[in-house]
């Protein structure tokens, strides 16, 4: 997370991920995973986008909630119908949906999508 001016005033340490400016670490999200209709754990999937251009990352980091949104919804989707709790999630497969909600949702190529952690909690 990037540190706010109200940081910067105080002087407040700030965690970062790395020393790179084109850097945006977003939080991590979950979905339902599925077994025979019924709830049997969560998918979560944290990611990071590199976006070299600084009009796009500031266009990106402006429509950060639309994207956690499309992010999200596409995730519910992918593990309602693929994600099975006896089998590794495809994280390729995963990698590339999101990619591709990010160039829809930003209306152009300029960003890369980086997964950072990809894991599944099973609570039956």
Do not use: C
Not at 95 to 107: C, E, P, S
Request: no cysteine; aromatic share 4%; charged share 25%.
């Amino acid at each position: 997370m990037a540190p706010t001016k109200a940081d910067e005033k105080k002087g407040a340490p700030v965690h970062k991920i790395t020393q790179s400016e084109s850097f945006i670490m977003l939080e991590p999200m979950y979905a339902t995973v599925l077994d025979a209709n019924h709830p049997s754990g969560l998918l979560m999937v944290a990611i990071g986008l590199d976006i070299p251009n600084e009009e796009l990352r500031g266009e990106a980091d402006h429509a950060l909630p639309v994207l956690r949104d499309a992010y999200i919804r596409n995730l519910m989707n992918f593990a309602a119908s693929s994600v099975r709790p006896w089998r590794q999630p495809d994280v390729v497969e995963i990698g590339a949906r999101l990619q591709r909600v990010t160039d829809r949702a930003l209306k152009r190529k300029g960003a890369q999508v980086l997964l950072a952690q990809i894991a599944i909690h099973i609570t039956k």
